[in-house]
Structure formats: structure tokens, C-alpha cells
């Protein structure tokens, strides 16, 4: 009995979730993260949706494939560990110093010019983590323009793909 | 000496880097398979050696009006990642001729994602990396001792391919496949500890400027189709094309990674903006990386693959072999100056030793001042009667490494009284240095003037355990100092320690000192009479046997009870219902024999036992003459005769005759085989078998007794019927 319970429970969010999915409109962006050239390996990156409270809500990108580094991203790592998101869909390699990467983020228009912003943060093992090496505010101008890094990230810049 | 050096070193370093270079190892086969299974299907084209850049772009801009970037993996497959005319993104192989999608970019399962972490730094991080370079380097040093050990073996390279000596399995294969392996392993090692050494900065990246081009300002805007660089740029040189992030923005170029350099292009006029030459370090960390997993070809991954499994092979092989070669421990209760009996061993890897080990246990138990030692360790040995060489041949007919001394020794310590020597060589007859070295010694020491052949060389091959008890028998017969001839005794391989209870058991009297024991066997075991059983009186190493009568399925024993006997006393204090633990130990040789005409037992004392047995399995009703002989008549010979009437009775005995020598007319076993002679001789003539069970000295004249009957009655001498099996025994 209870694990029918659970089971409607279940069921339920399931379907709350995939209902969620078919109505919400989502834009895609082409994301170029430019980095700085530094010694050392190659660079794990998160991009995420981060609301007005400073919290996370989404998983964007992920930019680095081995799992045994993710606890060098502290912040995110604390939230991922909670949230258990899957995230092989936005898996990517990690970048090399003065290396890019262009990724393609889908964000949902409803968020919009709500305080919400994308975060990008950095880390290379052995070395630092940048909890807000960028950020980037999602509003309508300010998501297209250009925003320079503060740790391993030389500059970022986002265009909507049409 | 030196060998010694190389082999320490081999197994030290094995020893320490065993278990991680086993993790390194298991880790390696599921990733060489990985590596040989992401080539299928294959997604290269086949004229990918053909197309260069300006062939391509144009015909994959039609495709995909936007491209972020162009891939070429180190399977030539060529990923694309762009958006197509319906705006939507693609990730996935294509074929660069047209752009038709081949297949999708798959990610490394998590399976294999994490057999590579584990590969390359046991989930340890930088900790780990540091465990496996060294382990790595370690497996580069045991490689180059591995090869040293082989070409030593093989005294040289020109015979590093020449046939290697059989020992055991593992011995055998270790040294085969490490031939083969030799190679690709030494490859693997290397290129992993340079690949760590550059993961740990350990290798000076020099660095290289990127160097700006002349670039004139003015230059007319092209065609993508018609930029040089692209013309002469072939797609097997590059590695991967990041195209301009903005389309027309003259800051924003197309970066070329080719093999060898990166060159920044200008996306408006073609004109290269820059270039940067990689390294020389760099260049090689890839040729390591493609040379280390075997990704470029699918051969190599095979064979990187299979040189992994062995060495998983490796490390239980060398484990096995060292476990042989330490397993037998030299143990003296005497010193080499009080020893009468001097055994020597020449071992390679403990085989030899082994065999020389079970003939000095017994020689100790028996009550002999008996010394072992390595050949390489002879001295004076002032009280020695008995020399006793056990050797095998290593490599091409030369000493093992413990006793590739000797000859200088025997040299420098001539002995001060005659000795007696007897050599047995151990080898396998595939090899054309048969005992070679064994041969050797004899014939050396025949040259001593202190040394008399006692027996001559006896050989055996591949460890025979049959052969080797024909010498145990001959130098027991000789010595009379009694030892196992059952060849179950001298097997690597020892039965199942077993569970026996004790049913019945007569007691010894003033007259009588010979008791009798039954045992049964608590679980379900498999024997004959003839057999011996080893029983451990003290639970320890010291064995002694006891030749079995099948009686019912049940064990009967007949021991003569010694006051200080070990073994008789400990079975003697054994009560009804007692269990004691055993081992059964098969004695081929001395069963009863089936296809015969006519069958002699002789036997002495308690050598009778096993003949009770034989002849209630005499089932055919082969005609059995048994010729018994004891001190006095009492209570257990009455029994033998009570059974032997009832046998006779039953057509599975013919006849029965007892000699006493400690009663009125006083007479021995020889005596009835002397009045016997005709018949014996003849069921001897008629392919009939002669059995003999009790002392060595009553062995001796009985052979004596028989030798002169045969001689003048047939004229025919009886090692004959010896070597045709006609003549058994089993005497102490």
C-alpha cells in the first residue's frame, strides 16, 4: 500500500513536470566563454540560473565530463547534491587556458527581466574557485552584451539564436 | 650472483607495485576494448585523405549556414557542431563531402568514464596520480628485469628465442609470454610515466610565442573557398576549427588547430593573422597518449590490450612462482659436521628441492642424522656416509643458481673419509639438455678419490613421481634405511587431509607385540589395499605411513608396537571411537594385480598387512600363495592362520605357510621359498607376480634367494622380471 502511494506520488510529478515542459517557452543562445591563457589543466565551468535571492535553480551547462572534480565548484556542488538534476544533456568537455568554448543555454522567457541572472563559475583543480568569475544579468539588453571575467573566464558573450 | 640481483629486484619491485599495477592492468583491458569498440561503426569517409579545407567548408557552410566548430578525432571521424537551415542545433559525426549526419557523438558511458578515473588516478586525485606514475615506473623497471632475467636464462640473445624449460605452468608461462609481451608492455610503462610526469609538471613545457603575421590592411575581401591557407590545409592535419563567433567581424577569426601549430585566420580576407608552433613536449605527450591507449589503431589497442591481460597473468604466475620457490624451507636438526646422510639440492624454482625435502623428513623421522643444503653451500663434512645430489639443468644445460658454484667447491673441500654418492637429475626429456648437468656432477664426482658410486644417476623427467620412487626404492633396497616408495608420498599435489574413526583395535601382550587397528573413514573415500595411509601423531609436519588392508570398506592396520615409537605408540593410545586425522596416500604400484595367473606374496612381520586386504579384493580367484614369516606363534599369528583357512576355504587363497624363527625349528621366510623353488620359479616363468611386503633386510635375501633360483633353474636373471613388473614391493 504505501508503495502505491508513493508510486501515485510519483506519477504525478512526473506528469506535473512533463506538463511544465510542453507549455513553457524557451529561448536558445549561442554562449561563447573566452578564457584567459593560465597555466595548469583544463578548466571545469557551470553556467546557471541563479534567482533574486541568490539561489540556483538550474543547471545550464556543465563544462567538464569527470565527476570526482564537481565538489571543486563548492556552491554549486551543495545545490547539485540536493537537486540531483540530470545533467548529461548539458555534459561538455572542460576548456584549456586561452582556450573557448561556445555552448548553446536554453532559458525560459518567463524568467525574463525577473532579478534572475546566469552565473558562470570556474575551477581548475589544485587551484582556485571563482564562485562568480561572471555574471550576467537576464534582461532583455543586458543578456546579449558582453561581460568580462574575473578569475579563469576572459570574457563571455551570448546571441539569440534565431 | 648476479642473476639473484635481477631476480630480487624483479620480484621486489613486483611485490610492491602488485596490487596497483593489477588495478592499472584490469583498468587497461576494459579500456583497450573500449578504445577498439568507439571505432565502430566507423564514420571516417574514404577519401578523408583526399579533402582539404577549401573543398569542405563551402559544401558544409550549404548545410549549416551557422558552424561553431569542426572536430577531427584521432579515428579521422569529423564532428560537426552548428545550427542547420531549420535553425535547430547538431552535434554528430558527419561526412565531410556533403554534410549528411553519420551518426551521433556519444559520450563515454559512465561505466567507462569511471574505469578511466580509476585508471589514471585510482579516484585519488592528485594522490593517486603520483601512486600510478610510480606504479608505472615501477612496471617500466620490472620490464627492464624481466628482459635481463630472460636473457640471462637464455645465456645471451641469441638464444632469446630458443626453447624455454618447463617447469610448471606458471613458470612457463611467465617466461613465454613475457618473451612476447616484452614489447608492448615496455611501451605501455613508458609512455604512462611520461604521460604522469607531464600531468605533474614534471617535464619543462617550454613555451612557444604565438607569432603575430604580417597581415596588409588593405586586402580584398574573398570567398571562404578561395582563402590559400584553406587550399593548401588538408583536413587529415587538422584537429579541430573553431569558426568566428560574430560573421563578419574583422576581430573575430577562424582559429585552425592543426596537428602540429594553430593559425588564426582572418575570416574576411583570408590572410593569417597569426600562428602558433606547438611544442616539441607537446607533440610527444600525444604520440605517448596514442602510443599508451592504442586510439589511432586498432591493432595496437588489441595488442596493448592483450599485453594488459597478461599482465594480470603475470602477477598470479609470479606469485605462484615465488609461493614454489620459497614454500619448501631447508629445516636442519643436524649440523653439517655431525650429518651422516649429506643431501645437496641444485633447484631453479623449488621442484627439485621439494623431492629432496620429502627424502630428508623422512630420512629425520626414520631416526638418520641426515643434512640438506644447496649445492652452492658445500663444505667438509667430516661424519658424512651418504652424499645425496638432487639437481635440475636451467637454460641450456648448465647448473640452476644455487649450485653454480659447486664445481669450485668440490674443488677446495675434498672430504677426509670415503663417501658414498648417489646423483639424481631432474629435467624433461623436451628439452635436448636432458639432466645435463646432473650427468655432469656424476661424472665429476666418480673423478673424487673420496667418493664411491653407490648407485648410479637415475634421471626423471618432468617430476615423475613413478620414476623417481624406482631410484627412492633402489637406494632404500640398498641403504636399508627404510623410505615411502608409494609415489603419492612425493606429489606436489597432497590428498585431502581426512577424518578417520576407529572401530576395533587388538591389544598387544607379553608375547605379542603386534596390534591391530580398523578404521573407518568418516566421509566417503576411495582406496585399496596397498595403499598407505600418513597419519600426523603430533599435528604437525612429522608423517608416518602405515600400508592399508581393505577390509569391508573399512582400514586395517597392523603395527608392531615400539615403546618409543611415535607413531605406533600414538595409534596404540587410541580408543574405540576416537577419530584421527589422515591422509590417503595411492600406491599404484603395489595393488593387487589383476590380469595375473598366479600371485606370491611374501611378506615379513607386519608386512603381511596389506595381503589380508589383497586377498579378500581377489574377487577372480586368482590363485594367491602367500609365505609368511614371524618371531613366535602366538595369538595374531593364529588369527592369520584362522583367515587364511577360511580364505582358502572361499577359493580367493591357494596356500598358506608360516615360518617362525624364534620357535623349535627355527626357519625363515627363504627357507619356504627355498622348498617352494620349483613353483615359484615357474609362476615367475609364466608371467606370474611376486609380491613383497616387510623389511628391507628380509627384502634383500629374499631377492638374493630368488636371484639364485631364476639363474639356475632358467638361467635367467631377476632384474628381468624386475623390469617387466613381475617383482613388486613395499618394504621399510
Known amino acids: 500500500m504505501k508503495l502505491n502511494i508513493k508510486f501515485i506520488i510519483l506519477l504525478f510529478v512526473v506528469l506535473g513536470f512533463s506538463k511544465a515542459d510542453v507549455y513553457a517557452q524557451t529561448s536558445k543562445y549561442k554562449c561563447l566563454i573566452q578564457m584567459v591563457s593560465y597555466e595548469g589543466e583544463a578548466a571545469y565551468v557551470v553556467v546557471s540560473l541563479v534567482n533574486k535571492a541568490g539561489a540556483y535553480e538550474k543547471t545550464l551547462a556543465v563544462l567538464g565530463p569527470d565527476k570526482q572534480w564537481y565538489n571543486t565548484l563548492k556552491d554549486w556542488y551543495k545545490y547539485q547534491t540536493k537537486a540531483k538534476e540530470k545533467l548529461s544533456a548539458v555534459t561538455g568537455a572542460s576548456i584549456g587556458g586561452g582556450d573557448r568554448a561556445i555552448k548553446i543555454l536554453e532559458i525560459d522567457n518567463a524568467k525574463m527581466n525577473k532579478g534572475y541572472t546566469l552565473r558562470f563559475e570556474t575551477a581548475v583543480e589544485e587551484q582556485k574557485y571563482h564562485i562568480t568569475d561572471v555574471e550576467i544579468p537576464l534582461t532583455t539588453v543586458g543578456i546579449t552584451e558582453m561581460a568580462k571575467g574575473k578569475g579563469y573566464i576572459k570574457m563571455v558573450k551570448l546571441n539569440k539564436v534565431q | ?732
Open chain 2, 1 to 732: 650472483m648476479t642473476l639473484s640481483i635481477w631476480r630480487y629486484s624483479h620480484l621486489s619491485l613486483g611485490l610492491i607495485s602488485s596490487v596497483f599495477v593489477l588495478i592499472l592492468a584490469v583498468t587497461g583491458v576494459i579500456l583497450a576494448f573500449d578504445a577498439v569498440e568507439e571505432k565502430v561503426p566507423s564514420y571516417r569517409v574514404e577519401n578523408f585523405n583526399d579533402l582539404n579545407l577549401s573543398q569542405v567548408l563551402p559544401e558544409l557552410r550549404k548545410v549549416y549556414p551557422e558552424i561553431t566548430e569542426l572536430t577531427v578525432d584521432h579515428n579521422q571521424f569529423v564532428s560537426i557542431d552548428a545550427f542547420d537551415q531549420n535553425g535547430e542545433a547538431v552535434k554528430a559525426y558527419i561526412d565531410p563531402n556533403n554534410g549528411e549526419i553519420l551518426g551521433q557523438v556519444k559520450t563515454k558511458s559512465q561505466f567507462i568514464q569511471w574505469t578511466t578515473a580509476l585508471h589514471r588516478s585510482l579516484f585519488l586525485k592528485d594522490t593517486g596520480r603520483i601512486v600510478i606514475g610510480i606504479a608505472s615506473f615501477l612496471l617500466l623497471l620490472i620490464t627492464i628485469s624481466g628482459l635481463v632475467l630472460i636473457i640471462k636464462r637464455q645465456q645471451g640473445i641469441k638464444h632469446f628465442f630458443a626453447k624455454i624449460n618447463r617447469d610448471f605452468f606458471a613458470q612457463y608461462f611467465h617466461v613465454i609470454t613475457g618473451r612476447v609481451f616484452l614489447i608492448p608492455i615496455f611501451i605501455i610503462a613508458l609512455t604512462g610515466t611520461y604521460l604522469f610526469m607531464v600531468r605533474m609538471n614534471l617535464i619543462a613545457n617550454n613555451k612557444v610565442e604565438r607569432v603575430q603575421q604580417k597581415v596588409n590592411v588593405d586586402a580584398a575581401k574573398i570567398k571562404e573557398a578561395a582563402f590559400p591557407i584553406f587550399k593548401i590545409t588538408q583536413l587529415a592535419e587538422v584537429e579541430k576549427i573553431e569558426f568566428p563567433f560574430i560573421a563578419d567581424e574583422p576581430e573575430e577569426f577562424f582559429i585552425l588547430k592543426l596537428r602540429d601549430q594553430e593559425i588564426s585566420v582572418n575570416q574576411i580576407n583570408g590572410q593569417i593573422v597569426a600562428k602558433t608552433k606547438y611544442p616539441y613536449s607537446a607533440l610527444l605527450e600525444k604520440l605517448s597518449l596514442d602510443w599508451h591507449t592504442g586510439r589511432t589503431s586498432v591493432l595496437l589497442a588489441i595488442i596493448l590490450g592483450l599485453a594488459s591481460l597478461n599482465i594480470v597473468f603475470f602477477i598470479y604466475t609470479g606469485f605462484v612462482i615465488t609461493y614454489k620457490r620459497t614454500r619448501t624451507k631447508i629445516k636442519n636438526k643436524f649440523k653439517a659436521d655431525q650429518a651422516e646422510i649429506v643431501i645437496l639440492v641444485g633447484s631453479e624454482n623449488g621442484s627439485t628441492l621439494f623431492f629432496a625435502n620429502q627424502i630428508h623428513q623422512q630420512l629425520l623421522a626414520d631416526g638418520k642424522s641426515s643434512f640438506i643444503a644447496q649445492l652452492n653451500q658445500y663444505n667438509v663434512y667430516p661424519n658424512a656416509k651418504q652424499l645425496l645430489i638432487f639437481t635440475s639443468t636451467y637454460g641450456l644445460g648448465t647448473a640452476p643458481t644455487n649450485a653454480n658454484q659447486f664445481q669450485n667447491l668440490l674443488q677446495k673441500f675434498p672430504q677426509q673419509q670415503q663417501i658414498e654418492f648417489s646423483v639424481i637429475g631432474f629435467g624433461s626429456k623436451a628439452y635436448p639438455d636432458y639432466c645435463a648437468f646432473a650427468i655432469q656432477l656424476d661424472e665429476l664426482l666418480n673423478k673424487q678419490t673420496w667418493t664411491k658410486q653407490f648407485l648410479p644417476i637415475h634421471t626423471v623427467n618432468d617430476k615423475d613421481t613413478e620414476e623417481f620412487t624406482q631410484w627412492v626404492k633402489h637406494w632404500s633396497e640398498k641403504s636399508l634405511i627404510t623410505l615411502a616408495t608409494a609415489p603419492a608420498v612425493y606429489n606436489e599435489k597432497i590428498p585431502d587431509l581426512k577424518k578417520f574413526k576407529v572401530i576395533a583395535k587388538t591389544l598387544v601382550s607379553d608375547d605379542n607385540s603386534t596390534f591391530k587397528i580398523i578404521l573407518q573413514p568418516v566421509a566417503k573415500l576411495k582406496f585399496k589395499s596397498g595403499d598407505l595411509l600418513a597419519i600426523y601423531p603430533a599435528e604437525d609436519h612429522r608423517e608416518r605411513f602405515y600400508s592399508i588392508a581393505q577390509v569391508n570398506g573399512k582400514i586395517q592396520l597392523i603395527v608392531k608396537l615400539y615403546t618409543t615409537g611415535f607413531g605406533s605408540s600414538f595409534l596404540y593410545q587410541l580408543e574405540q571411537g576416537n577419530t584421527l586425522s589422515g591422509r590417503v596416500m595411492l600406491n599404484p604400484n603395489f595393488h593387487l594385480p589383476k590380469k595375473v595367473k598366479a600371485i606370491v606374496m611374501i611378506a615379513n612381520g607386519t608386512g603381511i598387512a596389506p595381503f589380508l586386504g589383497m586377498i579378500l579384493e581377489n574377487k577372480k580367484q586368482i590363485p594367491i600363495h602367500l609365505y609368511t614369516g614371524f618371531r613366535y606363534r602366538n595369538v595374531l599369528t593364529q588369527s592369520y592362520q584362522d583367515f587364511a583357512s577360511a580364505e582358502i576355504n572361499l577359493g580367493r587363497l591357494n596356500s598358506f605357510d608360516i615360518a617362525y624363527s624364534r620357535e623349535e625349528n627355527s626357519q625363515y621366510v627363504m627357507d619356504l621359498i627355498k622348498k617352494d623353488a620349483t613353483k615359484i620359479v615357474n609362476i615367475l616363468a609364466n608371467g606370474g607376480v611376486i609380491m613383497i611386503c616387510g623389511s628391507l633386510a628380509m627384502q634383500q635375501d629374499v631377492e638374493q634367494v630368488l636371484e639364485t633360483l631364476t639363474m639356475s633353474m632358467n638361467n635367467i636373471p631377476l632384474s628381468l622380471y624386475k623390469d617387466q613388473k613381475q617383482l613388486l614391493s613395499d618394504c621399510y
